[in-house]
Structures are given as structure tokens and as C-alpha cells.
């Protein structure tokens, strides 16, 4: 089990401590010195390294690093593994994909979702459906105080008279029972209008606006019935919605990359340049088999993509064209709670999805899947031991992420990728984690430089 992790960004040497999440820029013979189960033996390293540094510098070195270990800031204890592994508490749901629409007006390429049909008929979510979530969702988050609701598709905005009705319901109900419901929504733009812009920005606590980044990008896998591009129609409009969002109001410009577009930080750069300050451009998932689907062998292009990301967005730290982008964002001071740094995004038993039709699923990568299907909201029963299987899905059952540097930040991974590429939410999906190392070594490196300059 990987206690440090260390690699270089730049010209610049990293040390993670992967428990308590520390780290150390350090100088190439500390580097060199580290390996990353445990502190090395001084005798041995003095008879490895000592020609190229000289046993002075060596025995300093080790004391630095031994006061290091003293402070429980490198070869750190994991404090997290007995809490998970005794943890038999019942869990309750405090987040819920709402999927508004099983229909879509685009056809892109890449769609996990059958360009919105879900392996089902298309159908679209009735304000009744929605309402009954909403108890659902209430009766099930038990003293959590605080619930998500994302309204996803498809694309959502075709049911527009049925999310309102849906919210009007949820704001009814929150007062009565003491909650706190937060709104989000993941649209294509295309459907955006002055009213709908409004509302939106009113009511939704986040925004996810699909833009592939260029426009040729764009217009060769976002596309319409007919196969004609979206970009012209959709970037004034995705602007004119974040225009309207002030700093207390989250949306991200948020696009996908595939095998064709390796060198996806020109489309993160070219949707900074058009002024969006939350950014996300993610790996596209598709069977090995698909023309658009990465494999080992885009591994290079896809790290010099996040190379070159990095370097651009340090040279922009404390000017005006700063902007973030979501899968460099790392907390290095603690970051999430245990709970959510050993299972991630709670799908199964914090977090579920909801059809058109009320069928409760893990989450909305695992619709149509009737081996996961959890239950329904029209009925009392619940999948008890399907819930409690994805609970104890995190790290520590996860024999790979047991090894892995990673393990804090990833959380094990999707479960939906690893069940579709491997047919076990236990086993990680490899080039996803392969992709994931790489771009949190970016991520590290770009706090470390934007603590150094601010």
C-alpha cells in the first residue's frame, strides 16, 4: 500500500503523503531518497546515492525527513480504515437525479444515455411523477437537513412546464418538513430563452451548460437530427445565461473529449477565451469497440493535454483570464469529509436516480439495467441488500484502490464504469484511474503554485 506518492511536474519535485494529505515540494534529493512504503534505511541510501550527494547532505536530509514523520506529516497512519470497514449505519439518501426527460433533441455521438432513450422508450417526466420524487426523496434523507436535486435528461428543458411545477412543489414542501432543497440542472442550451434563462437562474443552485469546447469539436459529435452542429446556435446563448449568474451562483461550461480530440486543452483554452471562469472538459466513456472511445494508447496525448493545461492555467493565476477548471479542483487542506473520500459520490444508498416511469435506480448511468433496480417510488419496497452492496463498495473493498496513491481523491472510482467495463463495481475501471492519477498530480501541483502566488 502506497503510504507517499511523489512525481515531478515541471521542474518541480512532489511529495503527496496520501493519508493526511500533505504535501511536500522538495528538492531532488529528498526525492530521490523517498520511496513510497517507507523511509529507507540511511546506511543504504548513503551506499546508493552517496557519490552523487556526499553523506553530509544525506544525514540532513533524514533529519529533515524524520522530524517530517514525527509531526505525522509523511509515512502518515490511515485514521479511516476501521471506521469504514465497522461502519453498519443505515444510510440516507441526500441527493437524487431527477431524469425529467428519457428524450433528447440532439443526437450526439458520444451519449451514454441512447441519445436520451435509456435502453427504454422516450418518455418525458409529468409534474405528478416529479412530486412523488420529491416525497421520496423527503421521507428517505431522514435528519439530513440538506437535498440535491438534479434535473437531468436527456435534455430536461422539454419537460419546462413540469420542472416548475416540480419546484413550486419542493419549495412547498422543504418549509414543512424542515429541509433545504437545492436545484441543479445539466442542459444541452439549445432550448434557452429569455424566460427560461430567468428561471433558471432564479431557481437552480447550479448550472451545467454542454459545450464540446471548439467548434469544429463541437459540431462534429453535438449534433441534430439532420447531423448539422449546434455551436453557432448554443455558445451565445450558454453566455447569455452566465451573464446573468453572479459570484454566489455556481455553473460550470461543461464539455467531453474523446479519442479525436486528445488535445482537449485547446478546447478548454478556446472556452476560457470566450470569457467562462468554470470550466470541466471530462474523458468520455464508451465501450472499447466504439471509434470515439480512448484507449491505452491516447494515454500520452491525453497527459501532455493536461500538461499543457497546467502551464497555461499557472501563467494565468491572479490576472484576469484566471478561470478554474472542475477536475483540477483539489482541497489540500482536508478536503471532503471520510465518508465521502472513501466511496465517493454515494451512488446506491446516498444518491439514486429517478425515471420518468418512478423507478429508482443507483444512479442515471445504471438506468435500464433492471439488475440494479432499486425499487419504485409508487411502492414501499426498497432493494435493502443492493443498497447496503454499493455502501460497502468503497476503498477498502476495492483491492486495487487499497494500493493506489489515489485512493482519496478518485474514491474508488465510477461505479457505473467499473460494473460496464469490468461487471463488478469492486473493480476499478484502468484507464479511468490511469487518466484520474494524472490529471490529481496536475491538480496538486497547480494549488501548490496558485498558494505560492497569492
Known amino acids: 500500500m502506497s503510504l507517499i506518492h511523489k512525481f515531478k511536474q515541471g521542474e518541480d519535485f512532489y511529495v503527496l503523503d496520501v493519508?493526511?494529505?500533505?504535501?511536500?515540494?522538495?528538492?531532488?534529493?529528498?526525492?530521490?531518497?523517498?520511496?513510497?512504503?517507507?523511509?529507507?534505511?540511511?546506511?543504504?541510501?548513503i551506499d546508493q546515492l552517496g557519490e552523487k550527494y556526499g553523506s553530509d547532505e544525506i544525514n540532513e536530509a533524514f533529519?529533515?525527513?524524520?522530524?517530517?514523520?514525527?509531526?505525522?506529516?509523511?509515512?502518515?497512519?490511515?485514521?479511516?480504515?476501521?471506521?469504514?470497514?465497522?461502519?453498519?449505519?443505515?444510510?440516507?439518501?441526500k441527493a437524487m437525479c431527477l431524469n425529467i426527460a428519457h428524450d433528447c433533441n440532439l443526437r450526439c455521438k458520444y451519449c451514454f444515455a441512447d441519445e436520451g432513450e435509456y435502453k427504454g422508450?422516450?418518455?418525458?417526466?409529468?409534474?405528478?411523477?416529479?412530486?412523488?420524487?420529491?416525497?421520496?426523496?423527503?421521507?428517505?434523507?431522514?435528519?439530513?437537513?440538506?437535498?440535491?436535486?438534479?434535473?437531468?435528461?436527456?435534455?430536461?428543458?422539454?419537460?419546462?412546464?413540469?420542472?416548475?411545477?416540480?419546484?413550486?412543489?419542493?419549495?412547498?414542501?422543504?418549509?414543512?418538513?424542515?429541509?433545504?432543497i437545492r436545484f441543479t440542472m445539466t442542459t444541452?442550451?439549445?432550448?434557452?430563452?429569455?424566460?427560461?434563462?430567468?428561471?433558471?437562474?432564479?431557481?437552480?443552485?447550479?448550472?451545467?451548460?454542454?459545450?464540446?469546447?471548439?467548434?469544429?469539436?463541437?459540431?462534429?459529435?453535438?449534433?441534430?437530427?439532420?447531423?448539422?452542429g449546434t455551436f453557432d446556435d448554443i455558445l451565445p446563448k450558454i453566455k447569455k445565461m452566465v451573464e446573468k449568474r453572479d459570484r454566489s451562483k455556481q455553473y460550470y461550461a461543461r464539455g467531453t473529449f474523446t479519442r479525436h480530440n486528445t488535445d482537449f486543452y485547446k478546447d478548454v483554452l478556446a472556452l476560457a477565451?470566450?470569457?467562462?471562469?468554470?470550466?470541466?472538459?471530462?474523458?468520455?466513456?464508451?465501450?472499447?469497440?466504439?471509434?470515439?472511445?480512448?484507449?491505452?494508447?491516447?494515454?500520452e496525448d491525453i497527459y501532455d493535454s493536461y500538461d499543457k493545461l497546467l502551464t497555461e492555467m499557472e501563467s494565468r493565476i491572479g490576472t484576469e483570464k484566471e478561470f478554474k477548471f472542475y477536475h483540477f479542483n483539489v482541497d489540500l487542506n482536508g478536503g471532503p469529509c471520510v465518508y465521502k473520500r472513501i466511496s465517493g459520490c454515494g451512488a446506491g444508498h446516498e444518491y439514486v436516480a429517478v425515471t420518468p416511469e418512478g423507478d429508482i435506480y443507483p444512479c442515471h448511468q445504471f438506468v435500464g439495467n433492471?439488475?440494479?433496480?432499486?425499487?419504485?417510488?409508487?411502492?414501499?419496497?426498497?432493494?435493502?441488500?443492493?443498497?447496503?452492496?454499493?455502501?460497502?463498495?468503497?476503498?477498502?473493498?476495492?483491492?486495487k484502490c487499497?494500493?493506489?496513491?489515489?485512493?482519496?481523491?478518485?474514491?474508488?472510482?465510477?461505479?457505473?464504469?467499473?460494473?460496464?467495463?469490468?461487471?463488478?463495481?469492486?473493480?476499478?475501471?484502468?484507464?479511468?484511474?490511469?487518466?484520474?492519477q494524472k490529471r490529481l498530480e496536475c491538480a496538486v501541483a497547480l494549488k501548490c503554485k496558485y498558494e505560492e502566488k497569492i
Open 63 to 93: 533529519e529533515d525527513l524524520e522530524e517530517l514523520i514525527g509531526e505525522g506529516i509523511l509515512y502518515s497512519e490511515d485514521k479511516y480504515e476501521d471506521i469504514a470497514l465497522k461502519d453498519k449505519s443505515k444510510s440516507f439518501i
Open 121 to 180: 422508450h422516450r418518455m418525458l417526466m409529468t409534474a405528478e411523477v416529479g412530486k412523488k420524487a420529491v416525497d421520496f426523496v423527503i421521507k428517505n434523507s431522514g435528519p439530513r437537513k440538506n437535498i440535491e436535486i438534479d434535473l437531468f435528461g436527456g435534455e430536461p428543458l422539454l419537460a419546462f412546464g413540469a420542472i416548475k411545477e416540480i419546484v413550486d412543489y419542493a419549495r412547498e414542501q422543504e418549509k414543512l418538513h424542515n429541509k433545504n
Open 370 to 399: 433492471v439488475d440494479f433496480k432499486l425499487g419504485s417510488i409508487f411502492e414501499e419496497g426498497f432493494r435493502d441488500d443492493l443498497a447496503m452492496e454499493f455502501k460497502n463498495a468503497h476503498i477498502y473493498n476495492k483491492e
Open 188 to 228: 444541452n442550451a439549445t432550448l434557452l430563452t429569455d424566460e427560461i434563462m430567468e428561471y433558471i437562474d432564479s431557481n437552480m443552485g447550479n448550472i451545467v451548460l454542454s459545450i464540446d469546447g471548439r467548434k469544429d469539436v463541437n459540431d462534429s459529435v453535438r449534433v441534430r437530427y439532420n447531423g448539422s
Open 402 to 436: 487499497r494500493q493506489c496513491w489515489a485512493r482519496f481523491y478518485c474514491s474508488g472510482g465510477c461505479q457505473a464504469n467499473n460494473y460496464n467495463f469490468n461487471k463488478d463495481i469492486h473493480v476499478p475501471y484502468e484507464l479511468g484511474c490511469k487518466i484520474t
Open 273 to 299: 477565451n470566450e470569457g467562462f471562469k468554470e470550466i470541466s472538459i471530462e474523458p468520455v466513456v464508451l465501450p472499447e469497440g466504439s471509434e470515439l472511445s480512448l484507449r491505452e494508447e491516447d494515454l
Open 19 to 45: 493519508n493526511s494529505g500533505c504535501v511536500h515540494i522538495v528538492d531532488e534529493l529528498i526525492y530521490d531518497i523517498l520511496d513510497e512504503e517507507s523511509l529507507p534505511v540511511k546506511a543504504d541510501i
